[in-house]
C-alpha cells in the first residue's frame, strides 16, 4: 500500500523513497482523498463527522471506527491510516503482482503513444521487480478504451524476466494481438504476475543472453540512482517525456 501511495505522490515521475520508521510522518502528510481506496462517499462522511485530517482517524479506536463506519470499513480505515497494508499484497505466493498504469490526458488512437508509455512502465516495474527480493515469468497488459471497456493479455515466459526490455518486447507483442485500433485508448498499463522468491526460483539459466547482460546494466543504474537521488537516468527514447518537452 504504501509503495502504491509513494508512485502516486511524486507523479509524474512516480519515485519517492518513504525512509524506515518514517512511514507515520509520509501518512500523515497526505490528504484524506489521497489514501488508497477512500472514495467519494467515505470523504463525505468524514466531512460529516469533522474529520478533516488523517493524524484525527489514527485516535479512533476500533470499536469506534466500527461504530461510526461498520466493522468491514473500521478495519480497512485502522489500518491504512497506521501506514499498514490492509491486503493489497496477497500472502499467497502465486496471487502476489507487481503493477504500474497510466491514465491519458486525452483519448488516444496512436500505438506508438501507448508503446512509448508502456516503454517507461516496464523500466518501472523492473526497478520494484529489483528491489522487491522477488522473480517472475509472467506480463500481463491492460487497456482500457473511451467507452471504458477494459481488455487484458498476458504471457508466461520459460525464464524468469531479466530486464525492463525483455517485459517491453513482451508488452509490444501483446499490444499487437490485442488492440482495437477503431476505438480511443484512455488507460494502459502492465503487471508482473505470479511473483516467486527469487532464490526458490526452480528455472534457472545456463548461459548469459542479451537480456542478462542488460539487467545487470540496468541494477547498476538502479544503484546510482540511490545513491545520487537527484539523479535521473532513463532511456533515450523516453527523453521528450523527462525533459517536460
Not at 542488460?214 to 547498476?220: C, D, I, R, S, T
Request: aromatic fraction near 8%.
Amino acid at each position: 500500500m504504501l509503495a502504491k501511495l509513494a508512485s502516486e505522490y511524486k507523479k509524474p515521475d512516480g519515485l519517492y523513497q518513504i525512509e524506515k520508521g518514517r512511514e507515520i510522518e509520509f501518512i500523515d502528510s497526505l490528504k484524506l482523498k489521497d489514501l488508497w481506496g477512500i472514495g467519494g462517499k467515505s470523504l463525505e462522511r468524514f466531512h460529516d463527522l469533522g474529520i478533516t485530517e488523517i493524524r484525527q482517524l489514527r485516535m479512533y479506536s476500533m470499536k469506534l471506527l466500527a461504530e461510526m463506519f461498520g466493522e468491514h470499513s473500521a478495519g480497512y480505515i485502522y489500518t491504512i491510516v497506521r501506514g499498514e497494508d490492509p491486503g493489497v499484497w496477497n500472502c499467497s505466493p502465486k496471487s502476489r503482482s507487481i503493477s504500474s498504469e497510466v491514465t491519458f490526458e486525452k483519448d488516444i488512437r496512436s500505438p506508438e503513444t501507448i508503446k512509448k508509455e508502456l516503454l517507461d512502465i516496464s523500466r518501472q516495474l523492473m526497478f520494484r521487480l529489483n528491489d522487491s527480493g522477488f522473480t517472475s515469468r509472467t506480463v500481463s497488459l491492460k487497456i482500457k478504451y473511451f467507452d471504458f471497456t477494459v481488455i487484458t493479455a498476458q504471457t508466461t515466459l520459460t525464464s524468469c524476466i531479466k530486464c525492463s526490455d525483455e517485459i517491453y518486447s513482451v508488452l509490444c507483442s501483446l499490444l499487437e494481438n490485442k488492440l482495437d485500433r477503431s476505438k480511443p485508448v484512455r488507460l494502459t498499463g502492465a503487471s508482473l504476475m505470479s511473483l516467486e522468491d527469487r532464490g526458490a526460483s526452480s528455472q534457472l539459466d545456463l548461459f548469459e543472453d542479451n537480456y542478462s547482460k542488460k539487467g545487470e546494466v540496468e541494477k547498476a543504474v538502479q544503484a546510482l540512482s540511490k545513491k545520487r537521488p537527484g539523479l535521473k537516468i532513463f532511456k533515450a527514447a523516453l527523453i521528450d517525456k523527462f525533459s517536460g518537452n
